[in-house]
C-alpha cells in the first residue's frame, strides 16, 4: 500500500512559480514510476509530466520548458517545478504511483494523492 500527500498548491500571479512536493509513504518508493495529473473544472484529467524509477521524464507539451519534475528517493517525495505559470495552469493537481511509467503515461493508475489546488490570476 502506497499513500501520497500533496503538498505546495496556491495562488500566484501570472508569470510566477510554485513547486509542489507528493510525499509518499512506504519503502518502495524508489521502484515506483511517479506522475503529475491536473484538472481544470469541467476538463477531463490530464498528464502533466512523468518521472519513471530510473529518472527519466515526459512533459506535456503545454508544459514544456516551463515544468520539472524530478524526484528524491532518499526523502520518498516527488516535486514538480511549476516555472512561467499561466492562468490556463489553474487545476487541481494530483499525484500518481504505479509500478510501470507506461501506466503512469497513459492515464494513470495504481495511486493517487489527494490532489492540491493551483490558482494563477491574470
Known amino acids: 500500500q502506497v499513500q501520497l500527500v500533496e503538498s505546495g498548491g496556491g495562488l500566484v500571479q501570472a508569470g510566477g512559480s510554485l513547486r509542489l512536493s507528493c510525499a509518499a509513504s512506504g519503502s518502495i518508493f524508489r521502484a515506483y514510476a511517479m506522475g503529475w495529473y491536473r484538472q481544470a473544472p469541467g476538463k477531463q484529467r490530464e498528464l502533466v509530466a512523468a518521472i519513471s524509477s530510473g529518472g527519466n521524464t515526459n512533459y506535456a507539451d503545454s508544459v514544456k520548458g516551463r515544468f520539472t519534475i524530478s524526484r528524491d528517493n532518499a526523502k520518498n517525495t516527488v516535486y514538480l517545478q511549476m516555472n512561467s505559470l499561466k492562468p490556463e495552469d489553474t487545476a487541481v493537481y494530483y499525484c500518481?504511483?504505479?509500478?510501470?511509467?507506461?501506466?503512469?503515461?497513459?492515464?494513470?493508475?495504481?495511486?493517487w494523492g489527494q490532489g492540491t489546488q493551483v490558482t494563477v490570476s491574470s
Open positions: 500518481n504511483a504505479h509500478r510501470f511509467i507506461s501506466t503512469v503515461v497513459g492515464g494513470g493508475g495504481g495511486y
